[in-house]
């Protein structure tokens, strides 16, 4: 059973790009959560997605967006980037009403230049 | 707002011997969750133990012990026997229970296991 899916692993941007992160959540869950994670910090929470809509949002700007398919699959899209938005970006899936149950990928690596 | 903090910066320990890492956190609210996750180097957030608290009894995942002091607002994670596995970056993270299903994480102790 393959567990939560991240791609890229590594990228490197330029300032003011757009970038896009995908994330395919474990087997059998439909719920899939976003964090950010910078240098020497814990992880922070970006958004949630259930049922295709965003469910929760943490305090990121508009320039964050996402995204969930049929398949429960997300992606995260960052616009104009900043050298800030410079982070590892984790992806974490799990069971709607068993959030406690949260099951993380390896998260991509973004590096904004 | 909830807040986690650790105070740790860094820990070590030397193999075959117990370590504690220290977790404080406040919040309003009487139900919630609390977790400690492994980041090794490989970044992948990794559950070791969960604590619901409702529940008074401490959680514990072989190795791996808490100590929940509810009252006091500290979760600590006991780690006995301790193996050169199990360095890594520690966080404790808090789980509200009354719809608001993020984690809110602290800032993570690195632990360094010696020979």
């Known amino acids: 059973d393959a567990g939560v899916t991240q791609s890229p692993t590594h990228l490197i941007k330029t300032r003011g790009q757009q970038v896009t992160l995908r994330c395919s959540p474990k087997s059998g869950h439909d719920t899939v959560s976003w964090y950010q994670q910078a240098l020497g910090q814990g992880p922070q929470f970006i958004f949630q997605?259930?049922?295709?809509?965003?469910?929760q949002r943490g305090n990121f700007p508009d320039r964050f967006s996402g995204h969930q398919f049929p398949n429960y699959s997300s992606e995260l899209n960052v616009n104009a980037l900043l050298l800030g938005d410079s982070a590892l970006y984790l992806c974490?899936?799990?069971?709607?009403?068993?959030?406690?149950?949260?099951?993380f990928g390896s998260g991509t690596q973004l590096s904004v230049l | 707002a909830q807040t986690v903090t650790q105070s740790q910066p860094e820990m070590s320990v030397q193999e075959a011997e117990t370590v504690t890492l220290s977790c404080t956190y406040d919040?309003?609210?009487?139900?919630?969750?609390l977790f400690w996750y492994k980041q090794p180097p490989s970044r992948q957030m990794i559950l070791v133990i969960r604590?619901?608290?409702?529940?008074?009894q401490n959680a514990t995942e072989n190795r791996f012990s808490v100590n929940f002091q509810k009252a006091a607002k500290s979760f600590s994670l006991k780690i006995s026997d301790s193996q050169l596995g199990d360095a890594a970056m520690y966080f404790c993270?808090?789980?509200?229970?009354?719809?608001?299903?993020?984690?809110?994480f602290g800032t993570g102790t690195r632990l360094q296991v010696f020979p």
């Open positions: 604590q619901e608290a409702y529940k008074q």
């Open positions: 919040t309003s609210e009487s139900d919630y969750y």
């Open positions: 997605y259930y049922e295709e809509e965003e469910r």
């Open positions: 974490a899936s799990s069971l709607l009403g068993a959030q406690e149950k949260l099951f």
């Open positions: 993270a808090y789980m509200g229970v009354d719809n608001t299903d993020k984690l809110i």
